[in-house]
């Protein structure tokens, strides 16, 4: 499957600029396998409910009924995007509205990505974990936690999803300016110009077999008396409880993945030469991947 950053990359009107912008500082959206949705703005799958297989039987005997029970699924689609004004004097004295909107579009293209990580992360693959109870508590209780999740990314079951309609002028991120660039009144009676940045974007999570996480992951509080962040056996159950294979990731925090270096490899380091390092990067072969877009060890309990 083509991630975002391919799909926005290699269409016509290729907008490098503001891709990288936006996915500069959120790796997981840059990288996330994407897929068409089936009906523009929404997406129509088959979720299994139960399946019956074959089975081996003696010779001449009756074979086993074979079947599978399903449902049709929706995932609706949402919105990547915001709107930025500038008063009328401000624009005139930065050079006009368009200059003034490219100065500040880096940072703003850059924040977006950044919120809809964390969106992608907390509200969607952190969640459905919890819905499906596919979690593992590593024992915090101060409300000083982090999350560590694991997602096997699955075509049809486990993707992004796009609306591929929605890129017929060949742009992955429509920027428009508000009133075709004139002035208006805002919401607060101020003369303005406005500008529109606007994508829609859906995450499908059609099978809770391929979502693991770890919650209550306590760095500050944890130690030999009272174990806070997870042991290795931990961090095994949460790949086999994600049923890892082929594009499967941990997520997590930088700083999780320097405390699990230190924990769980120190005490199994090898030294050769005159190199140190409890650097980790992946477990068991499946990579960590880390973002700053998760919360920094402010996330609240999680009762199981």
């Known amino acids: 499957m083509p991630t975002l950053y391919e799909i926005a990359t290699s269409l016509k009107n290729n907008q490098q600029t503001v891709v990288d912008a936006i996915t500069c500082e959120a790796p997981i959206l840059r990288d ?3 897929e068409e949705s089936s009906h523009g703005l ?3 799958y088959e979720s299994m409910n139960g399946v019956t297989g074959g089975d081996i039987v003696e010779q001449d005997a009756k074979l086993p009924t074979v079947g599978v029970e399903s449902e049709l699924k929706q995932t609706d689609l949402s919105i990547i995007g915001g709107e930025m004004e500038v008063g009328e004097d401000t624009a005139r004295k930065l050079g006009g509205p368009a200059a003034y909107f490219a100065r500040k579009a880096t940072p703003v293209l850059r924040k977006t990505g950044m919120s809809a990580e964390h969106r992608i992360l907390y509200t969607g693959f952190r969640e459905f974990a ?3 109870n596919n979690v593992i508590s590593a024992g915090g209780s101060a409300g000083t936690n982090y999350s560590i999740l694991c997602v096997h990314y699955v075509p049809g079951e486990i993707t992004g999803v796009y609306d591929a309609e929605g890129f017929g002028d060949g742009k992955t991120f429509d920027l428009a300016p508000i009133a075709g660039g004139n002035l208006y009144k805002n919401a607060e009676g101020k003369l303005v110009y406005g500008m529109r940045l606007k994508t829609y ?3 499908q999570l059609a099978n ?3 979502v ?3 919650v209550n992951c306590d760095i500050a509080n944890d130690n030999e008396s009272a174990r806070t962040f ?3 056996m931990m961090i095994d159950d949460l790949l086999v409880n994600a049923k890892a294979g082929q594009n499967t990731f941990i997520f997590c925090h930088p700083k999780v993945k320097s405390y699990l270096g230190s924990t769980c490899k120190l005490d199994r380091l090898s030294v050769q030469g005159n190199g140190f390092s409890t650097v980790i990067d992946a477990w068991n072969g499946v990579p960590i991947i880390t ?4 919360d920094n060890g402010t996330e609240e309990n999680v009762s199981l």
């Open 230 to 232: 997870p042991t290795a």
């Open 130 to 132: 919890l819905q499906n």
């Open 212 to 214: 693991s996480a770890i």
């Open 208 to 210: 809770p077999d391929y």
């Open 42 to 44: 929404w997406n129509i």
């Open 32 to 34: 996330l396998p994407m």
């Open 291 to 294: 973002s700053f877009n998760f």
């Open 201 to 203: 974007f859906g995450l």
